[in-house]
T-cell receptor
Framework: DTAVSQTPKYLVTQMGNDKSIKCEQN?????MYWYKQDSKKFLKIMFS???????INETVPNRFSPKSPDKAHLNLHINSLELGDSAVYFC??????????????FGPGTRLTVL | AQSVTQLGSHVSVSEGALVLLRCNYS??????LFWYVQYPNQGLQLLLK??????LVKGINGFEAEFKKSETSFHLTKPSAHMSDAAEYFC???????????FGAGTRLTVKP
């Protein structure tokens, strides 16, 4: 009965490869997010989607492309991976329309290591 | 844009002692403030949040925080630390006129027996 799940949990890959991280939530939420947590634990939002529509797109390289096939899924595809992409990526969903008072529910994270 | 500063990247307390984790924010409009906790190898979980109304907010696991506008602070406290409180704690701020939540750098809480 996991609320927000991500796969894979760990991902080790070579520079230049293309990889995807999947996220699914079974909470019935309309809004989903992707965050990047760097080695210093700093958490920064990358994207948010509400009802499959993009509502936040922070300054992120266009190598990163989110895909939302339905409200329950928000996948993150990364092209031409670079060393600096190594981080923990968190998916989240929220119980509102992506507004500033929403409570966000986070997945367990995907630790990406680029060699 | 709004921002958050968490004073002290690492706080260590003894079991049973008071927990105080500091958070100061910067915002041009009335803020919404949050505390999240991250246990090892897990995602973040909401402890409590302040949106409007009472400035003293009670959360889960015995934590509470007080919004002090004059001090631009939202410090997190717990009267008596438990070993299970050891985790990373993140303060976050958002504003009514944008959907972007900004997180602080986190404070790692260690609880000594």
């Amino acid at each position: 009965d996991t609320a927000v799940s991500q796969t894979p949990k760990y991902l080790v890959t070579q520079m230049g490869n293309d990889k995807s991280i999947k996220c699914e939530q079974n909470l019935g939420h309309d809004t989903m997010y992707w965050y990047k947590q760097d080695s210093k634990k700093f958490l920064k939002i990358m994207f948010s989607y509400n009802n499959k529509e993009l509502i936040i797109n922070e300054t992120v390289p266009n190598r990163f492309s989110p895909k939302s096939p339905d409200k329950a899924h928000l996948n993150l595809h990364i092209n031409s991976l670079e060393l600096g992409d190594s981080a923990v990526y968190f998916c989240a969903s929220s119980d509102g329309a992506g507004g500033p008072t929403d409570t966000q529910y986070f997945g367990p994270g995907t630790r990406l290591t680029v060699l | 844009a709004q921002s958050v500063t968490q004073l002290g990247s690492h706080v260590s307390v003894s079991e049973g002692a008071l927990v105080l984790l500091r958070c100061n924010y910067s915002s041009s409009v009335p803020p919404y403030l949050f505390w999240y906790v991250q246990y090892p190898n897990q995602g973040l979980q909401l402890l409590l949040k302040y949106t409007t109304g009472a400035t003293l907010v009670k959360g889960i696991n015995g934590f509470e925080a007080e919004f002090k506008k004059s001090e631009t602070s939202f410090h997190l406290t717990k009267p008596s630390a438990h070993m299970s409180d050891a985790a990373e704690y993140f303060c976050a701020v958002s504003e009514y006129n944008n959907n972007d939540m900004r997180f602080g750098a986190g404070t790692r809480l260690t609880v000594k027996p």
